[in-house]
Structures are given as structure tokens and as C-alpha cells.
């Protein structure tokens, strides 16, 4: 049964740090993984997506990493600012991809202090 | 470009009523279609998928049912809401082709009372 986790579940840092969340995958065959931003009240809003051939991908200051063998993906987010709070959600797209289930973690909730 | 809503954006209804919820996407064809549920201080849980008309799969046993009566649209129902029912329901499409993207609504927010 595939398990998603993530760690840290809270994390606060002050302006302009660099950060790192992590989330980890117990089963290996997966399509792909995607993270998500939430912000309280909403829905999700999708921010990178990573093919389970790829390593990573960057969107402006977030870039993503996967390492399927180890079953670790990390979300690096560079030069925080506080319009980075949020919940981050890692998610692995399991079985088939006719069927496209997503296994979710329980989230990162970042606070970035100004 | 692709959209989906979600009806109504919140709801509260006593124990015992029933319940219907919308979802909506538009810009695409033939898509994968979603529910979730996200109750407080617990992660997302998929409760039903589709990938085609009156084709439903169901997740997790529990009181609710789900149902597309058309290409675009599905619907999530009660018969009879508990107080566990309680939570937030997103509705999620997935892109297809190679990238297997999964885009959310912006939910609907259910308390039962």
C-alpha cells in the first residue's frame, strides 16, 4: 500500500530564507508526483509536476527534485517571501495512469515571517 | 483554457438531510473526474473516480454516492448527511496525455449540524 509522508508538518522561517520541504513515497512505481500549494479556505492549485523519468523541474523560485529509487521527493523554495504561507501538499500518482489515483500526504504548513 | 467549478461554495445542513454537490469542468473532453474529501487536521481522501459517464468507482465505504450524468459534470449525494460528513469536498480533473495533471476546484465547504 503506498504512503505518502511529509515532514516537516509546520515550519516557519523569516523573509527571504531558503527552504527545503520534504516528502517521502513508500512504493517506488509511481507515474509521477506532483506538489500543491493551499491556502486556507481553497482548493489546490497545482505547482510542479514531476514525470517519474524526470529529476527535477523548476517553476521561477520553486524547483523539484525526485528520486524515485530512494522514494524522496524535496520542494525547494528560494527567497522566501510571506506571500509563500501556505499548506504545500506532495502527492504520487499510483497504479495506472488510465486510473490516475493520487496518493496525498498531510502537508507542510509554512509560515514565513516578514 | 480548461476551468472547473464547484457548487455551492458552502453548505449547512442538518443530520439526516440529503446533499448534493456539483462539479463542473469545462474546456476539455472526456476527462477523468474526482472527489475528495479533506476533514479537519486529516489529509485528502479520495472518495470516488470516474473516467467516463455513469462509470463511478467508489474509494471508501461510506454514506455517500456519486454519480456523471454527463461528460463534464459530477455530482456527489446523500441520502441521509451524518456529522462525520462534515468537511471540505474538492473536485479534481485530470489533464490526460502523457502528463497525468490533476487540477482542483475551489470546494465546497460542508458542515453538518
Known amino acids: 500500500k503506498q504512503e505518502v509522508t511529509q515532514i516537516p508538518a509546520a515550519l516557519s522561517v523569516p523573509e527571504g530564507e531558503n527552504l527545503v520541504l520534504n516528502c517521502s513515497f513508500t512504493d517506488s512505481a509511481i507515474y509521477n508526483l506532483q506538489w500543491f500549494r493551499q491556502d486556507p479556505g481553497k482548493g489546490l492549485t497545482s505547482l510542479l509536476l514531476i514525470q517519474s523519468s524526470q529529476r527535477e523541474q523548476t517553476s521561477g523560485r520553486l524547483n523539484a527534485s525526485l528520486d524515485k529509487s530512494s522514494g524522496r521527493s524535496t520542494l525547494y523554495i528560494a527567497a522566501s517571501q510571506p506571500g509563500d504561507s501556505a499548506t504545500y501538499l506532495c502527492a504520487v500518482l499510483h497504479g495506472s495512469s488510465n486510473t490516475g489515483k493520487l496518493i496525498f500526504g498531510q502537508g507542510t504548513t509554512l509560515q514565513v515571517k516578514p | 483554457s480548461q476551468t472547473i467549478h464547484q457548487w455551492p461554495a458552502t453548505l449547512v445542513q442538518p443530520v439526516g438531510s440529503p446533499l448534493s454537490l456539483e462539479c463542473t469542468v469545462e474546456?476539455?473532453?472526456?476527462?477523468?473526474l474526482y472527489w475528495y474529501r479533506q476533514a479537519a487536521g486529516r489529509g485528502l481522501q479520495l472518495l470516488f473516480y470516474s473516467i467516463g459517464i455513469d462509470q463511478i468507482s467508489s474509494e471508501v465505504p461510506q454514506n455517500l454516492s456519486a454519480s456523471r450524468p454527463q461528460d463534464r459534470q459530477f455530482i456527489l449525494s446523500s441520502k441521509k448527511l451524518l456529522l462525520s460528513d462534515s468537511g471540505f469536498y474538492l473536485c479534481a480533473w485530470i489533464s490526460g496525455g502523457f502528463n497525468n495533471e490533476q487540477f482542483f476546484g475551489p470546494g465546497t465547504r460542508l458542515t453538518v449540524l
Open positions: 474546456g476539455t473532453s472526456n476527462p477523468n
